[in-house]
């Protein structure tokens, strides 16, 4: 049910261009009350822009953007910023040095509330730092500073929250605490929020669904598992996860689709959307593999198994598993095995498909990580 502070975000055919550049070209989003959703996407892909053309700070040159039952942005519409009710938390979290931590949290509130409202005392009770109310911001630690101007972005409860990069600043062990923190009171507040970030884990710990963003378009919407075990194109595929492709052959479809690969034949549980051609027999696919998906072994005579045969181009360990770049039939594939290296450069060994979502797409798979 949609309350009084969550409200349903939708986007639909958001365009805009800078000096003639297409930055967003047709941007559609449909955010449930409530929920987060991540905007993940490599640099300069639009999402910082389409975060500031939903909070009103840049006027869209096309679309419609609605939050609740209000048209925000649209035809002979535009609501200005600080009428939308939309809270912005950007990547500094930057609180004012000069005021305590009540007044930072009242500062966009009316000014009859500014010093003392109950609005700070509730926001201020939501991140637990009631206690610190009369605290200056420099004797605050950075995760504490954080929920204050979580709480300042709450204060004037708004509909919808926008979050851009919210923890690039911090170093890794600090971002890993604060976002499982905020995660937590995201959800306790209950406030429909979108948060940008180029980080894939952070993406898939802290969204409910992941938006996934590649010049200037969503490219695929989805549970984060969505959208790693079936990723709607290649680039995708390669976009949220360490992704190799080889070339696979339909040899079934019914009663279930099957592919043949240089492993053997493989259970496909639903092919790829992106071309339709490729779930008809006899057709000629590219077959998603994740480097956990394969497992290396030593070479045997008697091992019955479907596998090809490979030899070791690279090792990689890292201290709780190992990635063998494995070449095989042209192809360099990426295997991971838990534990320290049990195999050289060099080595001969067999690559055998072990489980896993099989994907295929039809056509040449491109992805970003080759
Ligand atoms: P990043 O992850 O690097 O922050 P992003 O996906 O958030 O990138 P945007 O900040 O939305 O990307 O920028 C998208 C493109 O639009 C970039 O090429 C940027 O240079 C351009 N751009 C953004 N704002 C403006 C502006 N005000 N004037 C001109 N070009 C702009």
Redesign the pocket.
Known sequence: METEQSARVEVAGVTKS??GEA?LRGVNLDVEPGSTVALL?P???????LLRVIAGLEPADDGVVVVGDRVLTGPGVFVPPEERRVGLVFQDWALFPHLNVARNVGFGLPRSERRSSPRIDEALHLVGMEEFADRMPDTLSGGQQQRVALARAVAPRPRVLLLDEPFSNLDATMRVRVRNEIHELLHLLGITSIF?T?DQDEAFVLGDRVAVVNAGAIVQTGSPEEIYERPSTPWVAGFVGAADFVTGQISSTAPAIEVTTMFGRLPVPSPGTDDATGTAVGSMVSVLVRPEHLRVSVPDATDNAPHAPGVVRAVEYVGRDTVYAVESAGAVLRARALGPPLFAVGDPVLIHHHGGPVRVFGGSAESPTG
């Not at 640099?43 to 910082?48: I, Q, R, Y």
């Open positions: 800078f000096s930055v996407g640099s300069g892909c639009g999402k910082t822009t940008v180029h």
